[in-house]
T-cell receptor
Framework: EVQLEESGGGLIKPGGSLRLSCAAS????????MNWVRQAPGRGLEWVGH??????????DYAAPVKGRFTISRDDSKNTLLLQMNSLKTDDTAVYYC??????GGQGTLVTVSS | DIQMTQSPSTLSASVGDRVTITCRAS??????LAWYQQKPGKAPKLLIY???SLESGVPSRFSGFGYGTDFTLTISSLQPDDFATYFC?????????FGQGTKVEIK
């Protein structure tokens, strides 16, 4: 069974940085393309970005609102996905989920950007 | 980016009703479409993938249909556990996009 557990969220001031983690189990993490998806309070779902497997070059792609500010990386030795968020804005306030393929496994982690 | 337009935004229905939710893509996505159910405070749960394939463990009252730009999710007989919000998602392009959601409420 796919299990994904996000962590690292919290309250941060505009302009600050935060790093989110996603611990994965129940599947072969090193072979998986991984995504981050976010959901602002009371709003819909928004794809943030993805990282391919190392075999496919571990390249990344990002949604326009976060490009240049967010960086996705992976540590296959620890089955962990990372999201480094810099220059945070109030619009980045959301629950952040990691996903594999089409599956959401975790409860997400809440990031609140507020002064 | 491919835009996904979902309707209606809210749907009021009774237990036992047949309900249909529509999702339209701004360009052809062939059958690269998924449907999710989300309850408050929970992560979205995959119901349907590849437009019409039922995810393992999902009740057969859920079904999906469509190809190209127009898609539907149908619940054949609404059950109390089905009152939730439903989202479509296209995964034809790397920059996946979601519909705005349809909240299914008790009438």
């Amino acid at each position: 069974e796919v299990q994904l557990e996000e962590s690292g969220g919290g309250l941060i001031k505009p302009g600050g940085s935060l790093r989110l983690s996603c611990a994965a189990s129940g599947f072969t993490f090193s072979n998986a393309w991984m995504n981050w998806v976010r959901q602002a309070p009371g709003r819909g779902l928004e794809w943030v970005g993805h990282i391919k497997s190392k075999a496919d070059g571990a390249t990344t792609d990002y949604a326009a609102p976060v490009k240049g500010r967010f960086t996705i990386s992976r540590d296959d030795s620890k089955n962990t996905l990372l999201l480094q968020m810099n220059s945070l804005k109030t619009d980045d306030t959301a629950v952040y989920y990691c996903t594999t393929g089409l599956l959401f496994g975790g409860q997400g982690t809440l990031v609140t950007v507020s002064s | 980016d491919i835009q996904m337009t979902q309707s209606p935004s809210t749907l009021s229905a009774s237990v036992g009703d047949r309900v249909t939710i529509t999702c339209r893509a701004s360009q052809s996505i062939t059958d690269w479409l998924a449907w999710y159910q989300q309850k408050p405070g929970k992560a979205p749960k995959l119901l349907i993938y590849k437009a019409s394939s039922l995810e393992s463990g999902v009740p057969s009252r859920f079904s999906g249909f469509g190809y190209g730009t127009d898609f539907t999710l149908t619940i054949s007989s609404l059950q109390p556990d089905d009152f939730a919000t439903y989202f479509c998602q296209q995964y034809s392009s790397f920059s996946r996009t979601f519909g705005q959601g349809t909240k299914v409420e008790i009438k």
